[in-house]
């Protein structure tokens, strides 16, 4: 075995593969370079390989979260305060990711307001450009808008609205709450004047569908 194994070795000559006729042969040698290569970048991604780790959704800002994240993310609040109130959580999360731009908006990011609450007088608020829908055309104008802590201080000041409605009429809402399904909920918003857009019981209801909302109301 050992006599054939020499007789082998002697027959491969590597001066033979690189060199034909006295002349070196510059492709083998950058293609046996570009394997070396090949085989030491695989051993060092096998050495640093490091297996990969889920997103904390908790720790990250609200204006940096995906729209399925930003869900994740107040889901559990919207099914305390259906709990509590019986407003659908898959209303509390469509309307807070449509008039928030799903927590990107600068009302939500740096005021924590993320269901669009105007403020009244004497409330801690911050005047913004927003857009109204007025005699069948969108204007720019400029309302106080109230400022909160937290963004679960602004989920339990929009329960509380639609609740206890405005001082001009308590039961302005009802209906948001008492409504048979969501698409009678939805439409009560807009019935009581919550919004201007004609299409938002619409556009809540996209959210709604798209996103499985429904999955958290109890």
Known sequence: MAKKRNKWIKKFNL????????????????IVLCLLLLGVS?????????????????????NKLTKQQFIQRIAPEAQDIQTQTGIR???????????SDWGKSTLAYKYNNFFGVKASSGM??????????IDNKWVQVKAPFRVYSSWQASMEDHADLLLKGTTDNPN???R?????????????????GYATDPDYAVK???????YNLTQYDH
Request: overall charge positive; proline content about 2%.
């Open 15 to 30: 001066k033979k593969v690189f060199v034909k006729k006295g002349r070196l042969q510059v492709g083998r040698v950058l």
């Open 42 to 62: 695989r051993v060092s991604d096998l050495l640093h390989y490091q297996p990969s780790q889920s997103v904390d959704v908790s720790k990250l800002p609200m």
């Open 89 to 99: 959580a898959s209303i509390s999360i469509a309307q807070a990711g449509l008039e």
């Open 176 to 192: 948001v709450v008492s409504g048979s399904n969501v698409e009678e909920s939805a439409q009560a918003l807009v019935d009581g």
């Open 124 to 133: 801690q608020s911050i005047d913004l450009s927003t857009s109204e829908y």
């Open 172 to 174: 302005r809402y009802a």
């Open 204 to 210: 809540l209801i996209d959210i709604i569908k798209t």
